[in-house]
């Protein structure tokens, strides 16, 4: 975990990382072993989903990003 309390990508549970977006329909998978190597294991994962979608509307007002971690998204 990171200072912030964010959980960091070596926590993340599974091999596999995949991402989508509620807005745009963007998705993809990543493996964990890749994403380690290229941000390194200490990056947290609120981070990593913007580097990775790098969203014009990150950080905007209005409409922002709806990037999402598939895999850790709460059942409704």
Known sequence: MSDSGAVLLNAFPLKMVRLACTRCERKGQYTKANLIMEYGAGISLPDLRHLIAKCEQHGKN?????IYYVDLKPKD
Do not use: H, L, Q, S
Request: aromatic share 0%; proline share 0%.
């Open 62 to 66: 209005g409409t922002a990003c709806g």
